[in-house]
C-alpha cells in the first residue's frame, strides 16, 4: 500500500514537474517571437525613416531646381524664354485681380496695381473684347524712384502657357516711372495688342535676365 502511494505521489511529481518545464519552455518561446516581431517592427521603422529621409532630400532638391530655372535661364526672354512655372511657384507676397506680386521690396512701395481701360473695351480686370488696341497694366507707387523695370507681354490661343508661347515675347521694354500733374507716379506697362482674340501674361521684373521677379500679369481678349 505504501508502496502504491509512493509510486503515485512520485509519478504525480514526475508529471507535474514536466507541465511545469513545459510552460517555461512555452513562456520563453513566446517571448523570444516577440522580440523578434519588436526587432522586425524597429526594422520596418527604420526603412520608413529612411524613405522620409530620401523624400525630403528629392523635395529639396527640386525646390531648388526650379529656383535656379529662373536665376540660371541665361538672359530669360531674350534667350529662348523661362519658366513661367518657376516664377509662379515662389512665394506671393500680394494678390490682386489678375495680377501676382512676388517680390516683397517691390511691393512695398506699390501704392494701387491694375488693368486700365484705355479704350472702353475691359469687361471686367484684365478682360476686354476684341474692340481694344491697348493692353495696358499700371503701377502707382507710394514714393518716387529712379529705377527701371522691365516687361515682356506673351501671348497664348488657350490659357495654358506652354514653354513654346514663352519663347518669344509679343513685346518687351525696360521702362522708368511717369509722374503726373497730381503728383502721382506711375510704372506704365502697356502693349498695343491689335485686338488678337487669346490670353496674354506680362511678366515685369528687375531686368531682361528675369532672375528678380516682380509681377506676373494676367489679361484676355475675348
Known sequence: MKKELLVK???????????????????????????????????????????????KEENESLRAERSNTVSDNNGGAYSGGFDLQAIESLNAVNYGDQFVVYNARFNSNISEARWWDYDDTMDSPGVYNNNTKTLAFSIMLEEETDDEIYYAYYYSADPNFDSEDLNKPLYQATIGTVTYRDGTTYYNIDFTSGSREGYYVVVIASDASIAEPYIVAYARIK
Open 9 to 55: 505521489l512520485l509519478s504525480t511529481g514526475v508529471a507535474a514537474g514536466a507541465v511545469f518545464s513545459l510552460c517555461g519552455c512555452r513562456d520563453k518561446a513566446a517571448e523570444q517571437s516577440m522580440r523578434s516581431e519588436i526587432s522586425e517592427l524597429e526594422d520596418q521603422v527604420d526603412d520608413l525613416n529612411e524613405e522620409i529621409r530620401e523624400l
